[in-house]
Nanobody, 124 residues
Framework: QVHLVESGGGLVQAGGSLRLSCAASGFTFRRSAMGWFRQAPGKEREFVASISWNGNNLYYTDSVKGRFAISRDNAKNTVYLQMFSLKPEDTAVYYC?????????????????WGQGTQVTVSS
């Protein structure tokens, strides 16, 4: 059974940083692309970033380019999202997702398993 557990969320002031982690189990992590999505209050869930199975290919939504960095450690079955220069509009529940394939993707349909989410709140 696939299990994804996010951690690292919290309350931070604008301009601050956070690192989210997602511990994965129940599938062959090293063969799967991974992604991060977020859902702000009253909005639909949106793509944030994804990383290919070997970490060589990264993909970001435009609003986080240059501020967020996705990475993975296949030895630890963990994917990370390092967030810098946080803005109030980054406030959302952040979800980790396991890809159905090995390459980067941005559509929810390309991800088959989801974590429960971790809250990130950025105060102004």
């Amino acid at each position: 059974q696939v299990h994804l557990v996010e951690s690292g969320g919290g309350l931070v002031q604008a301009g601050g940083s956070l690192r989210l982690s997602c511990a994965a189990s129940g599938f062959t992590f090293r063969r799967s692309a991974m992604g991060w999505f977020r859902q702000a209050p009253g909005k639909e869930r949106e793509f944030v970033a994804s990383i290919s199975w070997n970490g060589n290919n990264l993909y970001y939504t435009d609003s986080v380019k240059g501020r967020f960095a996705i990475s993975r450690d296949n030895a630890k079955n963990t994917v990370y999202l390092q967030m810098f220069s946080l803005k109030p509009e980054d406030t959302a529940v952040y979800y980790c997702a396991a890809g159905r394939g090995a390459v980067v993707a941005e559509e929810e349909a390309d991800f088959g398993s989801w974590g429960q989410g971790t809250q990130v709140t950025v105060s102004s």
